[in-house]
């Protein structure tokens, strides 16, 4: 049973699974590692060939953001 919105939200999200065919990971960090791990990101998955891109992303109002990454699983 969820105790909190955000409870709530994360039940609702983990039912939705995009099948689109890209592959999706959400992070939770301090505002200079959430843009160290998603430069890190877009440079092992570069977007002329992934289409990687930050999908969505929100400031959780404690330092830290919330960010959605979005890429194809291969480049074949």
Excluded: C, H
């Excluded at 609702?12 to 992070?27: C, Q, S, W």
């Excluded at 992934?50 to 959780?60: A, F, K, P």
Aim: net charge positive; glycine share 4%.
């Amino acid at each position: 049973m969820p105790r909190t919105p955000r409870d709530l939200a994360n039940q609702i999200a983990a039912r939705r699974k995009p099948a689109d065919g890209f592959r999706r990971e959400t992070f939770a960090l301090p505002l200079e590692e959430a843009r160290a791990r998603a430069r890190s990101i877009l440079k092992r998955y570069p977007k002329a060939a992934y289409m990687t891109e930050v999908e969505s992303w929100r400031d959780l109002g404690d330092g830290r953001i919330e960010f959605t990454m979005k890429r194809l699983p291969t480049a074949d």
